[in-house]
T-cell receptor, first 115, second 112 residues
Framework: AQKVTQAQTEISVVEKEDVTLDCVYE???????LFWYKQPPSGELVFLIR??????QNEISGRYSWNFQKSTSSFNFTITASQVVDSAVYFC????????????FGRGTSLIVHP | DTAVSQTPKYLVTQMGNDKSIKCEQN?????MYWYKQDSKKFLKIMFS???????INETVPNRFSPKSPDKAHLNLHINSLELGDSAVYFC???????????FGPGTRLTVL
């Protein structure tokens, strides 16, 4: 069985602070994919990043960066110099070969950025 | 152009009624999904269709029935609605079942 844990239910920061959202996963698959999605207050789900299990390179996209570490089964997401527009619920997700790629989502982390 | 669209955006109905939610994707994807998001934001997959065939059917009541008339459409029909069905329902699509999913805007269903 696969599992995604986002231990932080809610994080509150002040604008311009850096913030890291944690994601820990469990899977027995050797081939799997990890995702992050953003759900702003307007409600839509926006794809942010996809990583496969064979690519542990960190990724940076503007103020967003992702740290994938297989040794700790973690795929953490950092926002540098946070802005009010970053306020949203962020979901980490996993889909694995053994589970027929049925995607499993974490419970989400609500990020509140105060001006 | 909206990649994945759902109608209606809001649906308010009485217990016991039957309702449908429609989903269309214009991305040319082979796989489509239905998710339910509860009041605590927990996202759970309900169904997945690949090329008009059901490939995932998680434990959902059989009052819920997906219908895929063609590869671009996956509709969700719900019979005998109950209070606990109130949630936001998201449609999604992906090129393959392991690929990135693109979500529709969601349908907020409220059962009174």
């Amino acid at each position: 069985a696969q599992k995604v844990t986002q231990a932080q239910t809610e994080i509150s920061v002040v604008e311009k602070e850096d913030v890291t959202l944690d994601c820990v996963y469990e899977t027995r698959d050797t081939t799997y994919y990890l995702f992050w999605y953003k759900q702003p207050p307007s409600g839509e789900l926006v794809f942010l990043i996809r990583r496969n299990s064979f690519d542990e390179q960190n990724e940076i996209s503007g103020r967003y960066s992702w740290n994938f570490q297989k040794s700790t089964s973690s795929f953490n997401f950092t926002i540098t110099a946070s802005q009010v527009v970053d306020s949203a619920v962020y979901f980490c997700a996993l889909s694995g070969q053994g589970g027929s790629y049925i995607p499993t989502f974490g419970r989400g982390t609500s990020l509140i950025v105060h001006p | 152009d909206t990649a994945v669209s759902q109608t209606p955006k809001y649906l308010v109905t009485q217990m016991g009624n039957d309702k449908s939610i429609k989903c269309e994707q214009n991305l040319g994807h082979d796989t489509m999904y239905w998710y339910k998001q509860d009041s605590k934001k927990f996202l759970k997959i309900m169904f997945s269709y690949n090329n008009k065939e059901l490939i995932i059917n998680e434990t959902v009541p059989n009052r819920f029935s997906p219908k895929s008339p063609d590869k671009a459409h996956l509709n969700l029909h719900i019979n005998s609605l109950e209070l606990g069905d109130s949630a936001v329902y998201f449609c999604a699509s992906s090129q393959d079942d392991w690929n990135t999913q693109y979500f529709g805007p969601g349908t907020r269903l409220t059962v009174l």
